[in-house]
């Protein structure tokens, strides 16, 4: 039986970012987590990292579906919204928002 909870390094490594990262996400409030002993260690129940990352996918869904890949809506070479994913983490951007 898998654990119920998950140190804030096993969240990282199942979302493949950085420990400081996975304390960022719980800090801000994007992961819910408790804090645990004397010495207060964040723990994450696995059912709510399980919430966060279909909560990622939903999002992403969206993004997609108003951002239809080689939409000809406007120039065909843009190139803003492209970034490799092995770049980017949730909640990161490579690149300062786009001027309106």
């Known amino acids: 039986m898998p654990p119920r909870f998950l140190t804030l390094p096993d969240v990282a490594e199942q979302l493949n970012i950085s420990a ?15 804090k645990v002993g004397g010495r207060g260690q964040w723990r994450v129940e696995t059912s709510e990292l399980e919430t966060y990352i279909q909560r990622l996918y939903a999002q992403t869904r ?17 190139r803003d919204d492209a970034v490799d994913a092995d770049e ?13």
Request: hydrophobic fraction near 35%; charge should be negative; charged fraction near 20%.
């Open 62 to 78: 969206e993004f997609v579906d108003s951002h239809p890949f080689g939409s000809t809506d406007g120039d065909e070479t843009d």
């Open 20 to 34: 400081a990262q996975a304390y960022a996400l719980v800090r801000s409030g994007d992961l819910p987590a408790i």
């Open 88 to 100: 980017l983490s949730p909640g990161t951007s490579s690149r300062a928002p786009a001027a309106p």
